[in-house]
């Protein structure tokens, strides 16, 4: 089997690789590079092959983001502002998490997070994603007051913030309705929210992963309320834990089928599980993480399952790191997602990355796998092609250091999300 990412896979025209697949493996694909959508088993087919099939999967995965969304790769300057790390749910793949007690818990002020809002715009951001742990004394109306904050400092800044579970929290805190908690949320500056705290849309397996979390019945109830009113979400999936093949493609098409209802999900982001440091794994109810042949697998999965509905599929780098999210952009991803700036809740699970990427090297990366770097906006409206390398103009960001892992208390969702 060809290395990922490497000169001899890229070289593979998609039609060689295609015609080496096995039929049950070949006719899905045909199908999906026809525009026509997979079903179940077609997509359990596809979620467990192997060798050439694996090369035809990605390839024709490869080919549809092409014919979809061309070859620009986009990013996001962005920040992640993580308020606390105190949490009460309990997750058991969250390395990140902490009582109030623990020498480490952390809230930050309404203060700090505006200041560090507002060196964020300086260093050249667009937008701000804003989650964090659910503390037990949390006040409800929290979420809304750190907005208005926010936006009274920085009206234009995009506010990415709260997954459906902290959204959930905010309801159940203040006992409103969720239309007119996400109301308020909205009318406080909330621009859209991620679709974090997925984690697998399958109730059983969320059993096994965090009993208190949200039901998914409650997730498909927060971000339809959100598309409806106006508020675009992300769409997630973690993967590499206890789930099978067939949970993944349950989700995407679940996802899918919410997205031909609301047309609300901006982005797919597959989530490869941090195991190192969660009780899941510690104590044997997880694999250990990942694999590079899954995180194929899922990325290309998703580009021919979510086909002409999701039209955005984006890589975590601080889950996967840097060449296997090269190989999944030549494998149906299309986006890098955020510089982030600083992250620390992927690497409080174990994870190797997660710290900060200046743009520039976004762009550097992205061109060494032959495609065009370009900034995104939140909602994926393009700010700027970089066709020229020689042509740029640095952003301030680019002249940081990158932040060391012990110089800041600010991190990033945690593994779930
Ligand atoms: S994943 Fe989120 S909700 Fe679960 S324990 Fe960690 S911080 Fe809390």
Redesign the pocket.
């Known amino acids: 089997m060809l290395k990922p990412a490497s000169l001899e896979w890229r070289e593979i025209p998609w039609e060689r690789a295609l015609s080496a697949a096995r039929p049950d493996v070949a006719g899905p694909l045909e199908k999906a590079l026809a525009g026509l959508d997979l079903g179940m088993e077609e997509g359990l087919t596809l979620a467990k092959v192997e060798g050439n099939d694996l090369l035809a999967l990605v390839k024709v995965a490869d080919e549809i983001r092409r014919r979809v969304v061309g070859d620009r790769i986009t990013y996001v300057v962005n920040r992640n502002l993580n308020f606390t ?1 105190v ?5 058991a ?2 390395g ?2 902490r009582g109030p007690d623990s020498p480490d818990a952390y809230f930050h002020s309404t203060d700090t997070l505006v200041a560090k809002s507002v060196e964020a715009v300086e260093l050249g951001a667009t937008e701000v994603c804003i ?4 503390p037990k004394d949390l006040d409800g109306y929290y979420y809304v007051e750190l907005l208005r904050a926010i936006k009274a400092r920085l009206p234009d800044l995009h506010v990415h913030a709260y ?1 459906p ?1 902290e959204i959930t929290y905010g309801v159940e805190k203040t006992r409103l309705p969720l239309r007119e908690y996400m109301l308020m949320l909205k009318e406080a500056g909330l621009n859209s929210i991620p679709g974090t ?1 997925a984690e697998i849309l399958d109730d059983q397996v969320r059993k096994s992963l ?1 009993p ?2 949200l039901k998914v019945r409650q997730w498909i109830e927060v971000v339809r309320m959100a598309h409806g009113l106006g508020i675009p979400s992300t769409s997630t999936m973690m993967y590499g834990h206890t789930e099978l093949p067939e949970h993944w493609v349950r989700h995407m098409l679940l996802l899918r089928e919410i997205q031909k209802e609301t047309h609300g999900f901006t982005e797919f982001v597959p989530l490869g599980f941090i195991h190192s440091q969660t009780k899941l794994f510690q104590k044997g109810g997880a694999r250990a993480g990942r694999s590079v042949h899954e995180d194929l697998i899922v990325h290309a999965l998703a580009r021919i399952l979510l086909n002409g509905y999701i039209p955005n599929i984006q890589v975590s780098w601080v889950k996967l790191g840097f060449e296997e999210s090269l190989a999944c952009l030549e494998a149906g991803a299309n986006d890098f997602g955020g510089t982030l700036m600083e992250e620390s ?1 992927s690497k409080a699970a174990g994870a190797n990355f997660g710290e900060y990427v200046s743009p520039g090297e976004f762009r550097a990366m992205i061109r060494t796998i032959g495609r065009i770097p370009a900034e995104r906006a939140t909602a994926y409206k393009i700010r700027r092609v970089f066709e020229n390398p020689d042509a740029e103009e640095r952003l301030p960001l680019e002249r940081l250091p990158i932040f060391s892992s012990t110089a800041s208390h600010a991190t990033m ?5």
């Open positions: 790390n949490c009460i749910v309990g997750c793949f969250c990140f998490s989650q964090g742990g659910l997954s579970m705290a965090s208190n979390k809740i969702p945690p593994t779930g999300y």
